[in-house]
């Protein structure tokens, strides 16, 4: 397995129990996230259909396991590119996602939900043919035990594929947090840098011994209207930089801020856009 090592405070804001259950812990914010996606992006396919179906003329999976699935948004590209017969096993450490998945899963008869951790997989070895950690790792507080676990339960020959974000993922959005946040004379926490998993330092917590490719897509939202890039905003990058009881006491002046700003930008440039990369690493296992 490849050493990388993080400074301790740099795990923690990124995996903090308290940020994943206001991000991911109920299903409203990562529904925010993913309808921005659907209406405000621009400039790339999906890229879980996009990985499916270019990483499915690798491999015939019959069984695939979802690591983070979340509300299951994989699951749609699964059933859309290799059909209704594929088993689908979706996995997720928080119940509310767990419960959102299962009435996704309703009604299909070759996909299942289970709540676990990423870190410790519930199968035997060789168990799936194709594992996905998607969106999810740079909150794994062990990426790099999160990536030998799923290696683990891959069979021979099966496929493994991380999709992830670039390293300066939303800057405009971000950029107009950092001046609401000096705006408000906020404290900041230490720490910061890169996405801890990013499509720039992801192929180091990977297995030795394996041939990692990746592929990456640019992309981006282009906001006509201020409300939906504050709801973006809302949805949990407000806390960004910022110690959790700081963030919440001063979420809604953060909003309000660069929901203003945002209307400013609109205004002067008919539309808000926001420039973003995501990809993912893939590899077949020997």
Known sequence: MADHTERPEHIERFADPVFLQTAYGIVD??????????RYGMGQEDIFRSLTRQLAAVASPTSVLDVGA???????????VLGPQVQYTGLDQSPGMVAALDERLAGDAAATSRLGDAQHLPWDDAAFDWVGLHFMLYH???????????????????????????????????????????????????????????????????????????????????????????????????????????????????????????????????????????????????
């Open 70 to 80: 979340g509300i299951g948004t994989w699951h749609a590209a699964i059933r859309e």
């Open 140 to 286: 794994v507080p062990n990426i790099a035990g999160a990536l030998a676990e799923a290696d683990r339960v891959l069979k021979p020959g099966g496929i493994l594929s991380a999709a992830t974000n670039g390293p300066l993922q939303y800057r405009e959005l971000m950029e107009l947090h950092r001046e609401a946040v000096a705006a408000l004379h906020l404290p900041t926490i230490p720490g910061g840098g890169p996405l801890r998993f990013s499509l720039s330092n992801g192929r180091h917590f990977f297995p030795s011994g394996r041939m990692v490719q990746s592929e990456s897509h640019a992309g981006g939202f282009r906001f006509p209207a201020a409300e939906p890039a504050a709801a973006y905003y809302d949805s949990g990058f407000y806390r960004e930089g910022l110690e959790p009881e700081v963030a919440r006491a001063n979420k809604a002046a953060l909003v309000d801020l660069v929901r203003h700003r945002v209307a400013d930008a609109i205004a002067r440039d008919g539309a808000f856009t926001v420039i973003s990369e995501s990809g993912y690493f893939w590899y077949q296992k020997p």
């Open 29 to 38: 914010p990562l529904q925010v996230r993913i309808v921005t996606h659907q």
